[in-house]
């Protein structure tokens, strides 16, 4: 008896369809959702260098942002807003849910390395806005977030550190009731995060510049610069200081 084998352009076809449908459902072939590519309203880029990538976040009241990416790299977090809580629902194998609880401005949270997969709730009435503060060239060791808590009063004058790790410095600054402050240069390249408006002049350049609150401002190597707070605003900011060796623009 002889056998009716399908053509050898069939076989090939009926292979090629199975392997589609197995790459398909293969986690490696999950096509990953860039949030400043596909949700522009709730992320976008202000600020790109060699060293970091600053990304403005914005949830508003009570939306769902859909499922989307983030990249495995360090990440400081700066809250711009006192906010409400927000859902975050993580996708993937070992699918899971937290709530982060309502944020206050001028607080911070640092974070080791981590890709995320997941979709997000505003839970609350308030909108979100904050800066996700993505470092290049620095990795923090893995483990318990660092978590830095907004001063209680700005009406006086401060300049402290309030978290060092793997060459990273955070120094929070508040300039009250003087003229203006001065910010003094290190052998490595910082970012200013402002919380209030405040005019920053270079003083190698002299050249001032407004920075919005919420807006940063990229200071190089061994440049010194002086903080100027609106009248009757106490200067408030965030100084993130980077390793010597990290390459600046």
């Known amino acids: 008896m002889m056998l009716n084998w399908p053509p ?22 999950i096509h990953t959702q860039d949030p400043l590519k596909t949700l522009p309203n ?25 499922v989307h990416d983030h990249a495995a790299v360090s990440t400081v977090f700066v809250y711009l807003n006192d906010s409400s809580p927000v859902r975050i629902d993580h996708d993937g194998d070992k699918a899971f849910s937290v709530v982060r609880p309502p944020t206050v401005t ?25 800066l996700r503060i993505e470092l290049k060239q620095v990795s923090f060791p893995s483990g318990e977030a660092f ?15 309030e978290f060092k790790d793997a060459g990273v410095q955070i120094e929070r600054i508040v300039c009250a009731a003087v003229p203006n402050c001065s910010i003094k240069p290190t052998q490595a390249p910082s970012l200013l995060v402002a919380f ?18 919420g807006a940063v401002h990229w200071l190089p190597s061994s440049q010194a610069a002086t903080v100027i707070p609106n009248i009757g605003v106490p200067a408030h900011l965030l100084r993130i200081i980077l390793p010597m060796d990290t390459v600046s623009r």
Not at 156 to 161: E, P, R, V
Not at 196 to 213: D, F, G, H, L
Request: aromatic fraction near 6%; hydrophobic fraction near 45%.
């Open 106 to 130: 001028g607080s911070f949270r640092v974070v080791a390395g981590m890709a995320e997969r997941h979709s997000i709730e505003n839970l609350g009435d308030k909108s979100s806005d904050f």
């Open 196 to 213: 209030t408006p405040v005019s920053v002049v270079a003083n190698k350049e002299q050249q001032k510049e407004v920075i919005e609150a």
């Open 8 to 29: 050898l352009q069939m076989v090939r076809m009926r292979a090629m369809l199975a392997f589609l449908i197995a790459a398909s459902m293969s986690p490696i072939a």
């Open 42 to 66: 709730n992320y976008r880029s202000v600020f790109d260098n060699s060293a970091i990538t600053v990304i403005r976040a914005h949830y508003g009241p009570h939306e769902k942002i859909p």
């Open 147 to 161: 978590r830095g808590s907004a001063p209680q009063n700005v009406q006086q004058s401060l300049d402290a550190i």
